[in-house]
T-cell receptor, first 113, second 111 residues
Framework: EPEVTQTPSHQVTQMGQEVILRCVPISNHLYFYWYRQILGQKVEFLVSFYNNEISEKSEIFDDQFSVERPDGSNFTLKIRSTKLEDSAMYFC???????????FGPGTRLTVT | DAKTTQPPSMDCAEGRAANLPCNHSTISGNEYVYWYRQIHSQGPQYIIHGLKNNETNEMASLIITEDRKSSTLILPHATLRDTAVYYCIVRVAQGGTALIFGKGTTLSVSS
């Protein structure tokens, strides 16, 4: 069964550093998403991406965040200058149509020290 | 904010049916009800969704009341692997793509 994959599984970085989280969505999917979950809290939507542009973003997704689909398979989330409060599990998701179920990856745990 | 209300926790014996309620009293006519679950710290997993008719798939059944103000997710024969946080989410068909998660219901299945 096709699945969304994410790398790395765990990333440790120092405050102020840039990080790039990588995702490979399911191959025929057209919509891509990033969510985050701070430890012990609920899953929060960050951004959705369709047709090579952002289609929706939350208030959390400020100027320090950016997304890109650099090629036909990868979807990345860049955090320009990490803060302690960016420590969280980051989930990538994808679907074929925006009303269809979203398939989530296993997540990348980001720890900012 | 999430438009749904769910009990924070429920218990279920292994092999019995787990019935998870969700209140969505402000739901609009064009909003769907989706259910996802999250096992430990894994990525959320889609379970089922519906608009107004009851739905069933290999994982679960979804019962939506006639006035659509509430719904129940039924896991017919719960197993230990069904222990998870279950999220009820309403989404408008012509609206955005985001899933807005609430706190969900933590279902504990015990033997």
């Amino acid at each position: 069964e096709p699945e969304v994959t994410q790398t790395p599984s765990h990333q440790v970085t120092q405050m102020g550093q840039e990080v790039i989280l990588r995702c490979v969505p399911i191959s025929n999917h057209l919509y891509f998403y990033w969510y985050r979950q701070i430890l012990g809290q609920k899953v929060e939507f960050l951004v959705s991406f369709y047709n090579n542009e952002i289609s929706e973003k939350s208030e959390i997704f400020d100027d320090q965040f950016s997304v890109e689909r650099p090629d036909g398979s990868n979807f990345t989330l860049k955090i320009r200058s990490t803060k302690l409060e960016d420590s969280a599990m980051y989930f990538c998701a994808s679907n074929y149509d925006r009303l269809y179920e979203q398939y989530f990856g296993p997540g990348t745990r980001l720890t900012v020290t | 904010d999430a438009k749904t209300t769910q009990p924070p926790s429920m218990d279920c014996a292994e092999g019995r049916a787990a019935n998870l309620p969700c209140n969505h009293s402000t739901i609009s006519g064009n909003e769907y009800v989706y259910w996802y679950r999250q096992i430990h710290s894994q990525g959320p997993q889609y379970i089922i969704h519906g608009l107004k008719n009851n739905e069933t798939n290999e994982m679960a059944s979804l019962i939506i009341t006639e006035d659509r103000k509430s719904s129940t997710l039924i896991l017919p024969h719960a197993t230990l692997r069904d222990t998870a946080v279950y999220y009820c989410i309403v989404r408008v068909a012509q609206g955005g793509t985001a899933l807005i998660f609430g706190k969900g219901t933590t279902l504990s299945v015990s033997s």
